[in-house]
């Protein structure tokens, strides 16, 4: 019997259409390299728990204060990831239940705000994130939501003096800082003390850089005066798929974000997901994760050197973290869903993704956005992450993904993605 075959044993002679699914997808993973900034590989520890029969449970409400009986489990589980998540980041409250990132954020929003209040939050088309206040999203239509960005796209360098004259002129009760299209480390200090001097809220969404973070590779907003901090679980932080609200040390804030999670906005918490956080935190805790967070930026940057060699722009001019935003169109004349299909092609995945201030519409933008998360699981090396980049610019160059589908292959041949971390 094959592995896959041993692992979906049930489900295999069960429901044959969604095995080949799932087989499917696991081909593709296992064959060809994952570059989306925001992707990764969990464990198989992190995997079963998620298999756990701990989704068929309802447990509204928080530990020790539910609505239905036979917690005794479901609170242990919540308890461990809640104690986890506050040492792993330095916080005296954690909310464990939302379910992904997009709810985290609204939940805080809920939690800190009354409709019609005021959020300062960084411009969408230079890095920040739908729910930060996209016009698309409901959120923006009960809350109103003002923007700052970078005063030079070519290094990234923030444009700190607007955002505190933004923050004078508008009295936001919240400011923002995060992101999910930005490849450098913002100024926290001077971010919180902005918000702090206007009486608004610091708040950080780290949903891209939380595994960074807690690997110790880019700074803890809230050794910077951050008040809130709210992530995704399954990006570089390397767990399920889900979302965390952190406090710093507010319990009034903490008890108001509790609210607005449940009742306010969820339902009944997916326990087994969280006891997946569980752990994958218990993971970020061990030595190994600080070395894959420092080798995440290292692979980031020798990816980057290879594009500034090859004279592709950069949006900020290169990388301080897991991500690089490259102006394909206006460097290499190939549009960013092109190049996206392109390499799909020839086994890398990527996303294409709007630059800061593109021409271009944002369904068929100028840039492509990767990273190195995924790829560093794997165990890829800084001679690895060029030699990819030297195969994008391949395939880029040559509108030909064939010229690079065997290399890929055997390159994620010979670094499979591992089932558990030292
Ligand atoms: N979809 C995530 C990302 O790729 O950054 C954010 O929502």
């Given at each position: 019997?094959?592995?896959?075959?041993?692992?979906?044993?049930f489900?295999?002679?069960?429901?044959?259409?969604?095995?080949?699914a799932?087989?499917?997808?696991?081909?593709?993973q296992?064959?060809?390299?994952?570059?989306?900034?925001?992707?990764n590989?969990?464990?198989?520890?992190?995997?079963?728990?998620?298999?756990?029969?701990?989704?068929?449970?309802?447990?509204?409400?928080?530990p020790g204060?539910?609505?239905?009986?036979?917690?005794?489990?479901?609170?242990?589980?919540?308890?461990?990831?809640?104690?986890?998540?506050?040492?792993?980041?330095?916080?005296?409250?954690?909310?464990?239940?939302?379910?992904?990132?997009?709810?985290?954020?609204?939940?805080?929003y809920?939690?800190?705000?009354?409709?019609?209040?005021?959020v300062?939050?960084?411009?969408?088309?230079?890095?920040?994130?739908l729910?930060?206040?996209?016009?698309?999203?409901?959120i923006?239509?009960?809350?109103?939501?003002?923007?700052?960005?970078?005063?030079d796209?070519?290094?990234?360098?923030?444009?700190?003096?607007?955002?505190?004259?933004?923050?004078?002129?508008?009295?936001?009760?919240?400011?923002?800082?995060?992101?999910?299209?930005?490849?450098?480390?913002?100024?926290?200090?001077?971010?919180?003390?902005?918000?702090?001097?206007?009486?608004?809220?610091?708040?950080?969404?780290?949903?891209?850089?939380?595994?960074?973070?807690?690997?110790?590779?880019?700074?803890?907003?809230?050794?910077?005066?951050?008040?809130?901090?709210?992530?995704?679980?399954?990006?570089?932080?390397?767990?399920?798929r889900?979302?965390?609200?952190l406090?710093?040390?507010?319990?009034?804030?903490?008890?108001?974000?509790?609210?607005?999670?449940?009742?306010?906005?969820?339902?009944?918490?997916?326990?087994?997901?969280?006891?997946?956080?569980?752990?994958?935190?218990?993971?970020?805790?061990?030595?190994?994760?600080?070395?894959?967070?420092?080798?995440?930026?290292?692979?980031?940057?020798?990816?980057?050197?290879?594009?500034?060699?090859?004279?592709?722009?950069?949006?900020?001019?290169?990388?301080?973290?897991?991500?690089?935003l490259?102006?394909?169109?206006?460097?290499?004349g190939?549009?960013?869903?092109?190049?996206?299909?392109?390499?799909?092609?020839?086994?890398?995945?990527?996303?294409?993704?709007?630059?800061?201030?593109?021409?271009?519409?944002?369904?068929?933008?100028?840039?492509?956005?990767?990273?190195?998360?995924?790829?560093?699981?794997?165990?890829?090396?800084?001679?690895?992450?060029?030699?990819?980049?030297?195969?994008?610019?391949?395939?880029?160059?040559?509108?030909?993904?064939?010229?690079?589908?065997?290399?890929?292959?055997?390159?994620?041949?010979?670094?499979?993605?591992?089932?558990?971390?030292?």
């Open positions: 019997m094959s592995k896959l075959t041993t692992m979906y044993e489900l295999k002679k069960q429901d044959e259409e969604v095995f080949q799932i087989e499917g997808e696991e081909k593709r296992a064959e060809g390299l994952e570059l989306i900034p925001s992707e590989y969990v464990s198989r520890a992190v995997k079963e728990a998620m298999a756990s029969s701990l989704t068929n449970k309802y447990s509204e409400g928080y204060k539910r609505y239905y009986g036979g917690q005794e489990f479901t609170d242990q589980v919540e308890r461990l990831a809640q104690d986890r998540a506050k040492k792993l980041f330095g916080a005296a409250f954690a909310n464990v239940q939302p379910l992904g990132g997009a709810n985290a954020n609204i939940g805080a809920f939690g800190l705000l009354e409709p019609g209040d005021t300062l939050g960084m411009d969408l088309s230079h890095g920040g994130h729910t930060h206040g996209h016009p698309v999203t409901y923006s239509k009960i809350f109103n939501f003002v923007r700052y960005g970078m005063k796209v070519a290094t990234g360098e923030i444009d700190y003096d607007a955002l505190a004259e933004t923050a004078k002129r508008e009295k936001p009760k919240v400011v923002l800082g995060g992101f999910s299209a930005y490849p450098r480390e913002l100024d926290w200090k001077k971010i919180s003390d902005i918000a702090h001097s206007v009486g608004a809220v610091a708040m950080a969404d780290v949903a891209h850089i939380a595994g960074l973070i807690a690997g110790g590779s880019q700074k803890n907003p809230f050794d910077y005066g951050f008040d809130v901090m709210t992530t995704t679980t399954h990006k570089t932080l390397r767990g399920p889900g979302g965390m609200i406090v710093r040390d507010s319990e009034e804030i903490a008890k108001k974000i509790d609210k607005a999670i449940f009742p306010g906005l969820q339902g009944g918490p997916h326990m087994h997901q969280i006891a997946a956080k569980a752990v994958a935190f218990g993971e970020a805790f061990r030595p190994s994760f600080k070395d894959y967070a420092k080798q995440v930026v290292e692979n980031a940057a020798a990816m980057a050197e290879v594009f500034q060699e090859h004279g592709v722009r950069m949006i900020t001019g290169g990388t301080s973290n897991h991500l690089i490259a102006d394909v169109f206006g460097s290499l190939i549009p960013g869903g092109e190049a996206e299909k392109l390499l799909d092609e020839a086994g890398i995945t990527l996303n294409k993704n709007a630059i800061a201030d593109d021409t271009r519409k944002p369904m068929d933008p100028s840039g492509i956005r990767f990273g190195t998360p995924a790829i560093t699981t794997r165990g890829f090396t800084e001679e690895d992450c060029r030699e990819v980049t030297r195969l994008m610019l391949k395939v880029l160059k040559t509108k030909d993904a064939s010229a690079a589908r065997t290399k890929i292959k055997a390159l994620a041949e010979k670094h499979p993605i591992p089932e558990s971390f030292a």
